[in-house]
C-alpha cells in the first residue's frame, strides 16, 4: 500500500513554470509505475503522463508533450512533475497516481492509488 501526497501547486503567469512533486508518506514508490493527471471544473480527469518504475521510460499526452516532463528520485520517494510553458488552460487540480500494475492502468485512469491532488492557477 501507498498513500501519496502532492505538494508544489499554486499561481504562476502564463508562460511561466512550476514544480509539483509527489511524496510516499507511506509506502515506497519503487515498486509501482507513476502517472500525473489532472481535472479543471467541469471536465473529466485527464491523463498527462507516466513513468516506470525504475525511471527508464516516460510517456504524455500529446496536449503536454514537449511542455511537460516527469521524473523521479526513488531514493527520495518522490515523482516530480516539472510543467513549462504554461497556458490559462492549464489550470486544475493535479494528482498523482500509483499502479502495481502495467502503464495501461495509468493512461486509462485506473490507478491502485491517488493523492489528494494540488491546485494549480494560470493567471496573469
Known amino acids: 500500500q501507498v498513500q501519496l501526497v502532492e505538494s508544489g501547486g499554486g499561481l504562476v503567469q502564463p508562460g511561466g513554470s512550476l514544480t509539483l512533486s509527489c511524496a510516499a508518506s507511506?509506502?515506497?514508490?519503487?515498486?509501482?509505475?507513476m502517472g500525473w493527471f489532472r481535472q479543471a471544473p467541469g471536465k473529466e480527469r485527464e491523463f498527462l503522463g507516466a513513468?516506470?518504475?525504475?525511471?527508464?521510460?516516460?510517456t504524455y499526452a500529446d496536449s503536454v508533450k514537449g511542455r511537460f516532463t516527469i521524473s523521479r528520485d526513488n531514493a527520495k520517494n518522490m515523482v516530480y512533475l516539472q510543467m513549462n510553458s504554461l497556458k490559462p488552460e492549464d489550470t486544475a487540480v493535479y494528482f498523482c497516481?500509483?499502479?502495481?500494475?502495467?502503464?495501461?492502468?495509468?493512461?486509462?485512469?485506473?490507478?491502485?492509488?491517488w493523492g489528494q491532488g494540488t491546485q494549480v492557477t494560470v493567471s496573469a
Open positions: 507511506v509506502g515506497t514508490l519503487s515498486l509501482y509505475h
Open positions: 497516481a500509483a499502479t502495481a500494475g502495467s502503464m495501461y492502468y495509468l493512461r486509462t485512469k485506473q490507478a491502485d492509488y
Open positions: 513513468v516506470t518504475r525504475g525511471g527508464g521510460s516516460t
